[in-house]
């Protein structure tokens, strides 16, 4: 209900009037026929400024303009760093390289759109960058920029071959790694919103499907051409200083944007996740752990098979840790206070507490390996036992005093109570195993008197 007060005049002569109105949920009216008849035929609402040769133009400028941007610009880098060296030989070879990179990129963002109008067809409401709402998407997109600003930064050579000195700069990579370069420059553009990109995406993806396909086709066309036109002309890297140890460090300069696009989309993962984001982060961060070790096997056995075979083993190893589905805790666990561990214990049943913290990488391992595993939740809950769990990760004076009342002055400290509200409780090791805790449940789940 809406209630109000009306004055209508001033001083003693103003009219008052007192009101109540229903006030109900609604939606927000359509356009009216006049205000559809104003719009161009090819214009939807809210596009009205737009037209589909304007959106043209701003997709092509936007995409020019992203290869400026910290995620794409590294992949371009390293397509122009081949070129420096070449000069004017084999100009064949290296304008039908261009052509192919351009290819590559067409056909990315091609397949890119063609899913997206797909699944919006579906039902589905999708925008560009929904590929950026899936996990697994944005968790191979940072391991990737990881692993290539780890070649860039100098830990080993993916696609190029430079000597210490910087002096001997060779491309050996073929038309397919034109096209795999094409694409990866795509994928590595996906988390970018380049300035003119947001009007002339968001004109597309209100236009019918042809529209869609070509301001997107406008869009990979400006990114291509940068290189495009380098490789068409490659006698325009002569103004550039002549190949040498600027190339290293300049190369290795490239890498600290990628780093940075790894640290972030690795924020967004976790942000992908409300209840785990944090432990899913922290897989994510091993992932690049692996990969790191991954590159070092590169970089000590360069051009070998055997490190070849251990990288690729290493990078799959990668892949799978922040994708894998990771075990559910069933097990109910309240926060532990005074209060609760009295009411638990109250209760006739024997209590677990576990005192644990997030810095604690003790308490981790026990939790995983021992605590989470089935048969100890199975013979927790076919024991009755009450869970409390003391979070000292931020500092509790209350779990300090509780700590000291069972002798330990630190975590990981595990204590099973026995039935009873006066039984004495049974202090467990530091470092936990199955068959310690199985055993504890099993004694200490028994009453004092039936021992």
Not at 72 to 84: E, M, R, W
Not at 342 to 359: E, I, K, L, M, N
């Amino acid at each position: 209900m809406l209630h109000g007060l009306l004055k209508i005049g001033k001083g003693d002569d103003a009219d008052t009037y007192e009101f109540t109105i229903p006030v109900a949920k609604g939606a927000v009216p359509p356009l009216s026929l006049a205000s559809k008849k104003a719009l161009p035929a090819n214009v939807k609402p809210g596009t009205a400024d737009i037209t589909v040769f304007s959106a043209l133009a701003l997709a092509f400028l936007g995409g020019i303009i992203l290869n400026l941007m910290p995620c794409v610009f590294p992949v371009l880098f390293l397509k122009g760093l081949a070129l420096v060296n070449t000069g004017s030989q084999d100009r064949r070879h290296q304008r039908l390289s261009g052509l192919i990179y351009t290819l590559g990129i067409l056909v990315s963002f091609w397949i890119i759109v063609g899913t997206l109008l797909a699944l919006r067809q579906g039902g589905q409401q999708l925008g560009w960058g929904f590929q950026l709402q899936s996990p697994g998407f944005v968790a191979i997109l940072a391991m990737l920029m990881f692993f290539l600003a780890l070649s860039l930064a100098g830990q080993f050579e993916l696609g190029l071959s430079l000597t210490s000195a910087g002096n001997n700069l060779a491309n050996k990579q073929g038309h397919s790694g034109s096209f795999f370069t094409g694409m990866l420059a795509v994928v590595a553009a996906t988390p970018c919103m380049g300035p003119l990109m947001g009007a002339a995406v968001g004109f597309a993806l209100a236009q019918p499907a042809w529209v869609t396909f070509a301001v997107f086709t406008a869009l990979a066309l400006g990114l291509a051409l940068p290189y495009l036109i380098l490789s068409m002309n490659p006698q325009w890297t002569s103004i550039l200083p002549k190949p040498g140890a600027w190339m290293e460090t300049l190369k290795q300069l490239t890498a600290v944007p990628l780093f940075a696009t790894a640290i972030w989309l690795t924020w967004v993962y976790g942000k992908l996740y409300a209840a785990d984001g944090v432990d899913r982060s922290a897989m994510l961060l091993t992932a690049f752990l692996v990969l790191a070790i991954a590159g070092w096997a590169l970089g000590k056995w360069p051009a070998k098979w055997g490190s070849a075979i251990a990288a690729i083993i290493l990078i799959v190893l990668a892949i799978i840790l922040p994708l894998r589905k990771p075990k559910v805790d069933t097990l109910t666990w309240k926060p532990w206070t005074p209060d609760s561990l009295a009411a638990a214990r109250a209760t006739g049943h024997p209590v677990f507490v576990d005192y644990t913290a997030a810095w604690c990488l003790s308490c981790q391992v026990n939790e995983r390996a021992v605590l989470r595993s089935d048969d100890i939740i199975k013979q927790l809950g076919d024991q009755h036992v009450e869970l409390l769990k003391a979070d000292w990760t931020n500092y509790d004076s209350a779990i300090t005093q509780s700590l000291s009342s069972v002798g330990r002055s630190g975590v990981p400290t595990y204590v099973i109570y026995p039935p009873g509200e006066k039984s004495n409780p049974d202090v467990l090791p530091e470092l936990l195993t199955k068959d310690i805790v199985s055993k504890a449940i099993e004694r200490d789940s028994k009453a004092p008197d039936a021992k």
